[in-house]
């Protein structure tokens, strides 16, 4: 195994602003709606029931 101090470090780690990597603790929460999978279904579900009702009907 190789320790952690052993390791050669990462060239673009090293090259990189490292006030980028600083995550805001302040940042929003996403909105239920705002979640892709959440459009993405009601999306579905509805193209399902306008075909499915135009069907019977």
Request: proline share 4%.
């Amino acid at each position: 195994m190789i320790s952690i101090s052993e390791r050669k470090p990462n060239a673009f780690r090293q090259q990189i602003n490292p006030d980028l990597m600083v995550v805001d603790a302040e940042t929003e929460k996403e909105k239920w709606w705002t979640k892709e999978d959440t459009h993405l279904f009601v999306l579905s579900f509805t193209a399902f029931f306008i075909v499915f009702y135009t069907f019977i009907a």
